[in-house]
């Protein structure tokens, strides 16, 4: 049977694609204080933390078989719960939006950045009106070119390189790298049509999300190598300065206009394709939420366009609300309230507060982190 007509597998990679994205883009740039060993360690962590409570919160779905989210949360929470993941839900949009709205600005020139937006928002427009399903053959056609592009990045990565961010470790600097690391795992909005796809089959979801989410590690940990084996401390640093994807810096690493575009292809491609899929999740949120289709449609264009001129005042945003809404708003729904109905009544389960106490430690540090930026 193939993969196309095999539910597992078409589950398996919805989950992998909505994690993959733009924010493996700053994977190397958040994590060069670290160094290699601490930033692997602190992913792996981070992941084994994003998958439980995706299976948690899949049990949930089991259980209660509910129809989205908002209800689920109100099920479990009361009216309080709902109130925040709709909240978190739609701050980690807006964030997200930001970020990548400012880190196509740091891909392109000014010409070439405002070409692209006046394209990208012709074809929103178009797409979230007339034609929402061309939004996934799209989607289909840029994330094959993010695939190449990756292939070229590491045949890239074997070229000799003179970096030293392998051979030093600072386990201290992980902490304040760990909202940008959950952010870079975020998959929990798609665990409900996981569920349905599934027949709500409990074994097969947690397989589905097992397989899922290891292919984005295994992508970020490839990222993160690629990175720090390209790139020095002080080019990283510079990247972080600039709120630029640091792939788009390969031209001055290498003194070719071939990297450049590589990097620039890659950068693209990531950013493009996450910006699609938070565009559709939110299209189909707001569907959920407001039964006036006009109404629905002004709140995706104005909620899809409100951070472009943010973005545009404040280009190095990129960095630093990736850590926001990993830290904060993706904790909150991927990790704090999902966790929660599990440490209430009978289903209470030490192992489940120490997974909680661990997300409420990043939750603290990335609040830690904004009161002293």
Not at 21 to 26: D, F, I, P, Q
Request: aromatic letters at 16%; a positive charge; glycine letters at 8%.
């Amino acid at each position: 049977m193939s993969f196309k007509s095999n539910p597992f597998w078409n589950a398996a990679f919805l989950v992998a694609g909505i994690t993959i994205g733009a924010s493996e883009l700053g994977l190397p740039v958040s994590l060069r204080h670290a160094g290699y060993l601490p930033a692997v360690a602190g992913m792996l962590g981070v992941y084994f933390c994003m998958l439980a409570s995706g299976i948690l919160l899949a049990r949930l779905f089991i259980r209660e078989r509910r129809r989205d989210l908002p209800a689920l949360f109100q099920k479990y929470l009361g009216n309080t719960g709902a109130i925040l993941f709709n909240v978190s839900y739609f701050s980690l949009a807006f964030c997200l939006l930001v970020a990548y709205w400012s880190g196509l600005k740091g891909v392109f020139d000014s010409f070439n950045f405002g070409l692209t937006v006046i394209i990208i928002g012709v074809v929103l427009f178009y797409c979230l009106r007339k034609n929402f399903k061309l939004l996934y053959r799209l989607n289909s056609i840029f994330t094959t070119g993010l695939i190449i592009c990756f292939i070229l990045l590491i045949t890239a990565s074997l070229k000799p390189s003179d970096s030293s961010l392998f051979q030093f470790a600072d386990w201290m600097q992980l902490a304040s790298s760990l909202p940008f690391i959950l952010c870079s795992f975020g998959y929990h909005q798609v665990i409900p049509m996981v569920c349905r796809q599934l027949d709500y089959d409990r074994k097969k979801i947690n397989g589905a999300l097992l397989i899922g989410t290891l292919i984005p590690l295994i992508f970020n940990i490839t990222i993160l190598s690629i990175g720090f084996r390209l790139f020095s401390v002080d080019e990283l640093s510079e990247a972080a300065r600039l709120g630029v994807p640091v792939f788009v810096l390969l031209r001055e690493h290498f003194n070719s206009d071939i990297f450049l575009h590589i990097g620039q292809g890659f950068s693209f491609f990531a950013i493009i394709t996450s910006l699609l899929g938070v565009s559709m999740a939110m299209h189909g949120a707001l569907r959920d939420i407001f039964k006036d289709w006009k109404f629905l449609k002004q709140c995706v264009e104005v909620l899809i366009l409100i951070p472009l001129p943010i973005a545009m005042l404040r280009p190095q945003l990129f960095f630093i609300v990736l850590g926001i809404a990993g830290g904060i708003f993706g904790n909150l729904m991927a990790g704090l309230l999902p966790v929660t109905p599990f440490l209430l009544g009978k289903s209470f389960r030490f192992r489940y507060f120490i997974l909680w106490l661990a997300f409420l430690a990043i939750f603290i540090l990335e609040c830690i982190n904004l009161y002293f930026s």
